[in-house]
């Protein structure tokens, strides 16, 4: 086995064990003592792989949005209009986090204790997502199909309009916990919205 091979897997080992104690203790009250001892290893040797916790916590995260990005370019090739498409990148977005939400069984409160973090990594999402959605939009507008635009302000609009739907969902909810999420009824929000701001556009 190559060391790069025994890097990677020894990375994945901790990245699942300091999952379990993010959520078991919140991301504030972990230690690297924690996670540490939850895979049986010396903290120092967990610091041969990691500086601290918050690097281990923004790794996982980032190789997250990095297989989501993947997966959606796979997928948009293989459908038809730009519609369809712009379509699939809200709803594809959606699941994703709502499954690694439950999955991960991440709590309102550890969001909330990690949100430094998730700020600088959420926008490097955001502006990668504004990009495919601008990319798509400037397809739609050579083939015909929407009407010529200020593509990427419509991008920025299009991405923005359904972010403030799931803010004012989570205001609204005043939820303390993922389960109190409607997650359905966001979902049917989001659809119609888009359906409503890419009706606009069209040609």
């Known amino acids: 086995m190559k ?10 080992q901790i990245h699942k064990a300091a999952w379990k104690c993010f959520v078991q203790h919140g991301f504030e009250k972990t230690t690297m003592d924690d996670i540490a001892s939850s895979i049986g290893m010396k903290k120092a040797s967990l610091y041969y792989y990691f500086e601290n916790k918050e690097a281990i916590f923004k ?11 993947k997966t959606t ?10 519609t369809e498409k712009l379509f699939y990148i809200f ?9 690694k939400i439950i999955v991960l069984d991440l709590s309102v409160k550890l969001l909330v204790g990690a949100r430094s973090i998730f700020h600088k990594m959420h926008k490097n999402f955001i502006d990668r997502k504004i990009a495919l959605i601008d990319t798509i939009i400037i397809e739609g507008i050579e083939n015909g199909e929407f009407k010529n635009c200020d593509h990427r302000q419509v991008a920025e ?16 909810a005043r939820v303390h ?10 979902e049917n929000k989001v659809k119609y ?9 069209r040609s």
């Open 73 to 82: 370019d796979d997928k948009l090739t293989k459908l038809t209009t730009s």
């Open 91 to 99: 709803k594809s977005q959606f699941d994703f986090f709502r499954e």
């Open 3 to 12: 060391e790069a091979t025994k890097t990677d897997y020894k990375k994945d």
């Open 177 to 186: 916990s993922i389960e109190d999420i409607n997650f359905e009824k966001f």
């Open 59 to 69: 790794e996982v995260i980032e190789d997250e949005v990095d297989l989501f990005i």
């Open 193 to 201: 919205a888009l359906n409503t701001f890419i009706y606009g556009i």
């Open 157 to 172: 609009l299009l991405h923005a309009l359904v972010e403030s739907i799931g803010f004012n969902r989570l205001q609204s």
